[in-house]
Each structure stands twice: as structure tokens, then as C-alpha cells.
């Protein structure tokens, strides 16, 4: 069996492992952070594994700070306060620990502590990026705890503005952290329901990037071997949480879906993005519910794409075999079929259909979809994911 423990350095350097979050003092060294600020959110902050981490720093004589008022899908409010957190503690770099949410404020903390700009200069459009003072950003090490926003390898981070009730895309490449710990074993303690949606969220990059239109060959290998490990491994995860190897290789498809994404993602992401703002679903479920409505709407652009696809997963049917393994993995895991099976109580009318239509059009993700996405099939694809049809 191979043994799953390697170096990575596309994009960036990855201890990848089991036991791995010892070197972390070895890592916070190398990037020559002397006081870092320890990001995480509160359920992680009670549990254990927070503990025994803090412990390897306090261990290895590291003074550190801890900021953990981070709300899933995190908003403005918990960046100022990070960001007063830092300067207080006259921090020099971060430590971002947790899922997506975490790690994105901890990335958005070490850029945006130094700049003078709001942070909705940055937005990932055209050049924004170039407003900013590259040099004042302070380095990351990112270290995810959940298998599914690949956040831990990319160059942006998510914040909902709550003023406009929309989720941004923040971005600078330096905000891809110098050195990624990704510890298997640090994920063991993730619930099934997070489990699930974590891991569909993997699955829904490594898809949309795969069917993204655009030359990118690299994107669209590693994207393909990311919806392997997550066919192979997601449903043994779930069922068992303590299974490290598909553990490890859920870790790999989210890091792998985030890589693939550079690509592009798609109309699964420009649906979820505005449901996410405005119901704070969790994100991956909620591309999870949009999946299959999405791939049947796509079908005639991505088929021949996706019998391809098919053809290396060993699965039989093309298009339609591979829609059928979708529908199977969704309720080996429990993911609602509907909207209203995740939001309960949903209750939506043609002003609010509309407003979420709308969003979905211009967000940036809806670009990389392969047949182009308007009002009226964002409305039709809405109406499908709340009905079922
Ligand atoms: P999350 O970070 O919001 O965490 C969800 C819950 O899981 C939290 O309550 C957390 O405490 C808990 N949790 C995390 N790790 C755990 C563990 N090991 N054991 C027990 N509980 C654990 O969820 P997420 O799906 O990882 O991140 C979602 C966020 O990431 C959203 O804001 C989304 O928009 C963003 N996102 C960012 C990117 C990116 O490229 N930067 C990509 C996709 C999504």
C-alpha cells in the first residue's frame, strides 16, 4: 500500500500526513513568524484538537494569541476584530486553523491588517488585487481541519458583506500560505453532516473546473483524480470518521478541487453563493442540493466531457451513469434533495426568487459555466432545486 505521506510544492509547500501538526513550531520558523495569531473558529476552540495544538506551541516556547470570533461563511464585522486582535498582540503572521471559514478570515487578517483600503477594494475583479501593499502582508500557514474548500492552497478568501447580503471573493497571491500542515488526523473529529458537505464541496470544484470551458489541461487532470479519491473515499469518511486513509485522501481531493478551480467553477457556485448569504446554509451542502440540477441543465455542453470522465472512474452509462452515481452519493449521505430540505421553513416569493436569480448572474463564478447562465435559467434552475423536478 502506498504510503500517504509526501511534499508537495504546486502551489504551494504542503506537510502532508498523519501526525504532521507537530512540526508546526518547525513550520511558524521557517516562515520566520515569531508571534503568530492563532485563527479558528468557536466550536473548534472547545474541542481538543484546538488544545493539543496550542500545546505543541506552548511546548516549543512559541507565544501566540488566539482569535476565534469567526462565524461560518465569516463577515466584515469578524475581520475588524481579527484584525484589531492582531495589532494588539503586535502579532507578526498567522495561524489559520479550521474549515474554509477559519482559514479564509485568518488569510484575510494577515492581508488586510496593513492596508488602508476597504477591504471590498480587493475584490477578486480584473487588477484589484494591485491596490493593495503586496509587501505589508503578513505570512500564512495554513492549517485546514476539514477536506473541502482547499482554501489552505488558494489565493483568496470568502466574506459575506452583510450590508448587501452578498459572499465576496477576496483576493491577493500573497495570501496563499507559505506552508500548508495538512494533518489526516486533524479531520477525524468532523460530524458526518459536515463530513458530507465539506467533501461534496471537493466533489462540486473538482466537477465544475473539469467542465469549465478553457485550456487548462493541468486543472483537468488533477481535477479528475480529485472526483476519484471523492467517490472512493467520501462515503467511507462519512460512514466512519476515524477511517485516516480516506481521511488522507478527502484532504488531497479538497486541496486538488481548489488547485482545479483556477480553471474556473460554475453555476452550482453562482446558485449556493447568494443562498449561502442569505439563509447562512452551509456552502458545501448547499452545491451539494444544486448538483444534479446544474448537471442536467450543462448536459449538452459538458456530455461527451463527461463520458470521458466516466470512462476513467470505471463507471458505466456515460452521462447518465455518471448523473445516477451523483444522485447515489447524495443520499448514501444524507444531502437534501431539495432547497427546502436544507433550509427549513423555506418559503421563498417571485421578488426573492428573482433577487437570487439576479445575484447568481453576475456572480464570478457563473462565467465558467458551460452554457451561459441567465435571469431566466437561474430562475428555472432555482425552481427545479426547490421543487425536486
Ligand atoms: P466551516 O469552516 O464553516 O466549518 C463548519 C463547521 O465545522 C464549524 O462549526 C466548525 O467548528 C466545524 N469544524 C471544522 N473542523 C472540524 C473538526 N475537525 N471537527 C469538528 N468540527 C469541525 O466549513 P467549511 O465548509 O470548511 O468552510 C466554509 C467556508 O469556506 C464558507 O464561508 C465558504 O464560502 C468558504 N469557501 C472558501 C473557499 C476558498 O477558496 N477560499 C472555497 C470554498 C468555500
Redesign the pocket.
Known amino acids: 500500500m502506498t504510503k500517504l505521506v509526501s511534499k508537495w510544492n504546486f502551489p504551494t509547500t504542503v506537510r502532508f500526513g498523519a501526525g504532521r501538526i507537530k512540526e508546526l513550531p518547525d513550520a511558524l520558523g521557517a516562515t520566520g513568524i515569531r508571534k503568530p495569531l492563532f485563527v ?5 476552540a472547545r ?1 481538543p ?1 484546538v488544545a493539543r495544538t496550542l500545546k505543541i506551541l506552548e511546548d516549543a516556547k512559541v507565544p501566540y494569541g488566539v482569535f476565534s470570533d ?1 462565524k ?3 463577515v466584515e464585522s469578524n475581520l475588524t476584530a481579527g484584525i484589531a486582535a492582531f495589532r494588539k498582540g503586535k502579532h507578526d503572521g498567522v495561524v489559520a486553523f ?7 478570515l485568518g ?1 484575510l487578517i494577515a492581508f488586510q491588517a496593513a492596508q488602508t483600503r476597504p477591504i471590498w477594494d480587493f475584490e477578486d475583479i480584473g487588477d484589484w488585487w494591485t491596490r493593495a501593499d503586496g509587501d505589508k502582508i503578513a505570512p500564512i500557514i495554513a492549517v ?3 477536506a ?4 489552505e492552497v ?1 489565493r ?3 466574506l ?1 458583506n452583510e450590508e448587501t447580503h452578498t ?1 465576496k ?1 477576496i483576493f491577493h497571491p500573497k495570501i496563499l500560505p507559505a506552508i500548508v500542515i495538512a494533518d489526516p488526523e ?6 458526518p453532516f ?1 463530513t458530507a ?2 467533501g461534496m ?1 471537493a466533489l462540486a ?1 473538482c466537477l465544475e473546473a473539469y467542465c469549465a470551458p478553457g485550456y487548462h489541461p493541468m486543472a483537468d487532470g488533477i481535477a479528475v483524480e480529485g472526483i476519484r479519491l471523492v467517490f472512493e473515499n467520501l462515503p467511507k469518511a462519512y460512514a466512519n470518521g476515524k477511517d485516516l486513509t480516506a481521511r488522507a485522501n478527502m484532504m488531497s481531493a479538497a486541496a486538488m478541487g ?1 488547485t482545479a ?1 483556477q480553471k474556473g467553477l460554475g453555476a452550482i457556485h453562482s446558485l449556493s ?1 447568494p443562498i ?1 448569504a442569505l439563509y447562512d446554509t ?3 451542502m448547499t452545491n451539494a442540493v444544486f448538483m444534479p440540477y446544474v448537471l442536467a441543465f450543462n448536459r449538452d455542453a459538458i456530455e461527451d466531457r463527461i463520458a470521458r470522465l466516466t470512462g476513467y472512474l470505471g463507471m458505466k452509462g456515460g452521462f447518465d451513469g455518471f448523473s445516477r452515481a451523483v444522485l447515489k452519493l447524495r443520499k448514501e449521505l444524507k444531502v437534501p434533495h431539495t432547497l427546502p430540505g436544507l433550509i427549513k421553513g423555506l418559503d421563498m416569493d417571485k421578488k426573492r426568487k428573482t433577487l437570487i436569480a439576479d445575484m447568481a448572474v453576475v456572480d464570478p463564478t457563473a462565467g465558467g459555466n458551460p452554457v451561459k447562465l441567465t435571469r431566466k435559467s437561474a430562475l428555472m434552475l432555482l425552481d427545479n432545486a426547490i421543487e425536486g423536478a
Open positions: 479558528t473558529d468557536p466550536g473548534l474541542l484538537v469567526v461560518p461563511n465569516p479550521g474549515g474554509g471559514s477559519a482559514l479564509d488569510k485546514p481541519t476539514t473541502g474548500t482547499g482554501s488558494g483568496a478568501g470568502v459575506t459572499k471573493v486533524l479531520t477525524t473529529g468532523m460530524p459536515i458537505g465539506t464541496d470544484h481548489a478551480f453563493h449561502g452551509h456552502h458545501g
